[in-house]
């Protein structure tokens, strides 16, 4: 959820101008309620990373930005953020592209909205990715089948909520074991 009170934040930023005021309103908002629709059931908050999000204010140089950050994890708990700044002098959201290599600028909330629902959409693929690659980290330390089987379910039961994995990612780690075991032996064991 978003920590401190982001109409509050809004105000106390004082912004000079309301069309600024109103595109980081109307921002907050429609991103509140996005992150909201991943938050329930449990199941799919978990397949999505328990995703969340924050807001804070810092000032520098009498310049009053707004940080916002999306947050969640990877099965294990690796944590990823998307971040977003808001400058509250210009009125210009700020992001790096999806390959994290060239900053953004725009002054329209729908297009940042639009950049991190993309991103956001993608989770339960990287978190898959994420699986994959520790079971084979698994394999290459020489962890047999039921060893695996017991690390998954670990993962399926922890406290830590965006660490946990679904029960599909539960079965999808499964069958990759199985192929992958039945490929590295010629018994198919």
Known sequence: MATGSPEGLWRETELSDSICNQRLEQF???????????QRPEERRIGYGNLRHEYSKYTKDDKTTINIAVIYETPGGSTTQINVTFDTDAGVFS??????????????????????????????????????????????????????????????????????????????????????????SPQGA
Do not use: C
């Not at 907050?28 to 991943?38: H, I, K, M, N, S």
């Not at 998954?152 to 199985?178: A, D, M, P, Y």
């Open 95 to 184: 992001y790096l592209d999806r390959d994290l290599e060239n900053h953004i600028e725009s002054e329209d909330p729908n297009q940042v909205l639009e950049t991190i629902k993309e991103q956001i959409r993608e989770i339960p693929g990287k978190r898959s990715q994420q699986l994959v690659t520790q079971i084979d980290s698994w394999m290459d330390m020489g962890k047999g089948r039921y060893e695996i089987f017991g690390e998954l379910n670990k993962l399926l039961q922890t406290e830590f909520l965006g660490g946990r994995i679904t029960t599909t990612e539960l079965k999808e780690g499964i069958q990759h074991v199985v192929a992958q075991h039945a490929a590295g």
């Open 28 to 38: 907050q908002r429609t991103l509140d309620e996005l992150v909201a629709l991943y």
